[in-house]
């Protein structure tokens, strides 16, 4: 059974950095899945923040590029460096995964639509006052 777990959440000033981690139980080895992280803010959806894929390859929202790295260590836990807070970025932050089933198509890029992750953590939340 596939289980996702965050932590790393925290209260911080802004300008300054957090790292997230998300310890995954999968089905299958992890670079076999597509893996994100995502942000929820108060009275907004679920928007992805970055995504990392086959051959680690990683996408990151605009709002977020030059500041946040996703990667995938050892390949079992998923991490989200953010630097560089800033107040819009408090949000509850989700760790999720799909399996990709395009893993031999090399041009395939994950995808950040909420509803293709069927793997879900329960989120950690970070909060940057300024």
Not at 1 to 30: F, I, K, N, P
Not at 48 to 61: H, K, L, W
Request: charged fraction near 20%; include cysteine; charge should be negative.
């Amino acid at each position: 059974q596939v289980h996702l777990a965050e932590s790393g959440g925290a209260s911080v000033q802004s300008g300054g950095s957090l790292r997230l981690s998300c310890t995954m139980d999968l089905d299958y080895s992890a670079d076999r899945y597509c893996l994100a992280w995502f942000r929820l803010t108060v009275g907004l959806q679920r928007e992805a923040v970055a995504t990392i894929g086959r051959d680690e390859t990683t996408d990151y929202a605009d709002a977020v590029k030059g500041r946040f790295t996703i990667s995938l260590d050892n390949n079992e836990r998923l991490s989200l460096l953010m630097d560089s807070l800033k107040p819009e970025d408090t949000a509850m932050y989700y760790c999720a995964a799909y399996y990709n089933v395009n893993y031999y198509t090399p041009e395939y890029v994950c995808e950040t639509r909420e509803d293709r992750y069927h793997y879900w953590g329960q989120g950690t939340q970070v909060t940057v006052s300024s």
